[in-house]
């Protein structure tokens, strides 16, 4: 068992002194969305842990995700050029969009449920931005789903980027954390799940032909006006910020002062991850992004989730972040021989093992951390009582 324990006890002492230090300047959060959170948080039953709120809103996301892989694994459905792959039908949209907006509640209200039942704590942080870190990976595919490939479309290279885009986003907040003290929360992200849930509703009402068009002046497909927003997103809304804030950390002293090497440490497996998965893609001798690219996007989500919940948990727990993460070695392994080797259809099935292997690691990962979490703070993750209470009650019944 000894084998599966994951926080140290150092670790647990850096929770023990956590404190939640968030800013948030959006003026969608603060003006629109803060508002409606208010209002809809006071009709959920006081009874409800905050973390079966937080779950929720995972599970809606991925219940989009495992639809429409069902309907389009190859992303072929809305695209003209190949009319034996049949349209995804158009309730999926419309579900699309309300567990999007679901999901979209139910993650800004979570804390609001923690502080109105005065249950938070280190672990429903840690819950919250741990599935949010693997979420990144839905909003971009799920986008690409509604165009497609071919002439209104956009390449599944290019789709790749924009997913490594997002969670580099995601990372760079929480690198940000690590080296100032603050979560600075991102405007990108409620502006990207409310847009979703507009582009959905729309593709329910008008169909994925809706988006058959160029843009005038400009020749855009709204696939690439799409494409274009997002890096506009990256550039304006997201980096100047984190970088301006790390800066002015230093510049006043009111960080955590850490030496160049050690504040970059929390950067060097993520980029590693990205660099292994591009110079894959761009190697493969059978084409694999092409040939799997929803089996190519997943994997890479669950390496970049796994290895930004290390460093969530690092930030959390003030503790040194790692410098290379132990999933990525068998990675390593692949692509290098994938750069040497002549592999060709082989390569989809070192893809599937890497794949589920970081799948079932990345699960028994949170598993056991929420467990341990658990027994340190004698709390339960889905229930509002305490073990100790638990266990006095039952050792009172057996007097």
């Not at 490939?149 to 580099?168: A, D, N, P, T, Y």
């Not at 809304?237 to 504040?263: H, Q, V």
């Not at 972040?321 to 989809?348: F, M, Q």
Request: with cysteine.
């Amino acid at each position: 068992m000894a084998a599966f324990v994951y926080l140290s006890k150092e670790v647990l002492s850096g929770f023990d002194n956590y404190k939640y230090s968030a800013i948030d300047t959006s003026p969608v959060s603060n003006y629109i969305c803060h508002p409606f959170w208010n209002s809809c948080v006071k009709i959920v039953p006081l009874w409800i842990a905050p973390n079966v709120l937080t779950l929720t809103g995972f599970l809606l996301l991925l219940l989009n995700f495992v639809v429409m892989t069902y309907y389009d694994p190859h992303f072929y459905a809305a695209c003209r050029d190949h009319p034996d792959h049949p349209p995804i039908p158009n309730w999926v949209w419309l579900m699309g969009a309300i567990n999007t907006f679901l999901a979209h509640t139910l993650d800004g209200i979570d804390g609001k449920q923690a502080r109105r039942t005065k249950s938070s704590s280190p672990l429903g942080e840690l819950f919250d931005h741990g599935l949010d870190s693997w979420a990144t990976l839905f909003l971009p595919v799920a986008v690409f789903c509604i165009f497609g490939r071919g002439e209104h479309g956009v390449s599944v290279f290019r789709v790749f980027l924009c997913v490594v885009g997002i969670m580099m986003c995601f990372v760079i907040s929480h690198w940000e954390k690590y080296n100032t003290g603050v979560l600075f929360l991102p405007w990108g992200y409620d502006i990207g799940q409310i847009a979703m849930t507009a582009v959905y509703l729309i593709t329910f009402i008008g169909g994925h032909d809706f988006w058959k068009f160029r843009l005038p002046l400009v020749n855009w497909s709204p696939a690439e006006a799409f494409e274009i927003s997002l890096y506009l997103g990256f550039i304006i809304l997201t980096y100047p910020f984190t970088f301006y804030n790390i800066y002015r950390a230093y510049k006043d002293k009111s960080g955590k002062m850490l030496s160049f090497s050690e504040g970059m440490r929390p950067l060097v497996s993520t980029l590693i991850l990205f660099c292994l998965m591009i110079y894959w893609a761009y190697a493969s001798s059978c084409d694999i992004l092409e040939l799997q690219p929803r089996l190519f996007y997943w994997t890479t989500g669950t390496a970049f989730s796994h290895i930004a919940c290390y460093l969530i948990i690092a930030q959390m727990s003030n503790t040194r972040c790692e410098l290379i993460n132990t999933s990525l070695l068998p990675l390593i392994t692949i692509v290098c021989l994938v750069g040497v080797l002549h592999l060709g259809i082989t390569e989809v099935y070192l893809l599937w093992a890497y794949c589920i292997y970081i799948s079932v690691k990345h699960v028994m990962f949170g598993v056991y951390v929420v467990r341990e979490m658990c027994q340190h703070f004698q709390i339960q993750a889905f229930s509002l009582s305490k073990i100790n209470a638990k266990v006095n009650s039952n050792s009172h019944k057996d007097k």
